[in-house]
């Protein structure tokens, strides 16, 4: 089942925060989190296991609440360059393998 | 080291013909994955391989199919094009499961 993500799109003026979420029906196993922009392959920035630690990759971090089967990752201080289309995956724990992508959060970030 | 290399980049196909996207990766990575975006949406897994001569199917795998016979490369075949297939579809690889994937540069197919 796919992961469900929010907000769908997000404008930020550069310097400010952001939180993008990610849910999911069931138990999760991994939660990976990858930003694509306009015309290119999705690039991958961090991944959550179940058991693990909040990751963190520059000024992003994330996190993973695996009792609420949740996970959201966090903007600071965002730049210019964060601009781009974020996705989370997911993998259950009765789905080893398949990785599933949520419909993704677009994220402007203006001077 | 190139990574995930995909070709072609850009392809229309007619309507019921077939044609093979290729995939390979110099990583030495176990896990490759096929998915296809569709305009604006997010990524849908078609078929996935563990190691060589392994392959499962993912969320979407009718119309397409997939072999593995070496660890380095994974081609996918669509077989009688449909217009449902116009799409980008990327290829992936990654170590193992709890490793991030990365991806190949895409192929845009079109079908008319």
């Known amino acids: 089942q796919q992961p469900v993500q929010s907000p769908q799109a997000v404008i930020l003026r550069e310097g400010e925060d952001a939180v993008i979420n990610c849910s999911s029906s069931?138990?999760?196993?991994?939660v990976h989190w990858y930003r694509q922009k306009h015309g290119e392959a999705p690039v991958f920035l961090m991944i959550?296991?179940?058991?693990?630690e909040q990751m963190r990759h520059e000024k992003i971090s994330a996190s993973f609440n695996e009792k609420k089967q949740q996970s959201s990752l966090y903007l600071t201080a965002s730049q210019l360059s964060y601009s781009g289309t974020y996705f989370c995956?997911?993998?259950?724990?009765?789905?080893?393998?398949?990785?599933?992508f949520g419909a993704g959060t677009q994220v402007v970030v203006t001077p | 080291n190139a990574g995930v290399t995909q070709t072609p980049k850009f392809r229309i196909l007619k309507i019921g013909q077939s044609m093979t996207l290729q995939c390979t990766q110099d990583?030495?990575?176990?896990?490759m994955y096929w998915y296809r975006q569709d305009p604006g949406m997010g990524l849908k897994l078609i078929y996935y391989?563990?190691?060589?001569?392994?392959?499962d199917k993912g969320e979407v795998p009718n119309g397409y199919n997939v072999s593995r016979s070496t660890t380095e490369d994974f081609p996918l075949r669509l077989e009688l094009a449909a217009p449902s297939q116009t799409s980008v579809y990327f290829c992936?690889?990654?170590?193992?499961?709890?490793?991030?994937?990365?991806f190949g540069s895409g192929t845009r197919l079109t079908v008319v």
């Open positions: 959550l296991l179940k058991g693990g």
């Open positions: 992936a690889s990654s170590y193992r499961d709890s490793y991030g994937y990365t």
């Open positions: 069931k138990a999760l196993y991994s």
């Open positions: 391989s563990v190691g060589a001569g392994i392959t």
């Open positions: 995956g997911t993998v259950t724990t009765d789905s080893w393998g398949k990785l599933q």
């Open positions: 990583m030495n990575h176990n896990y």
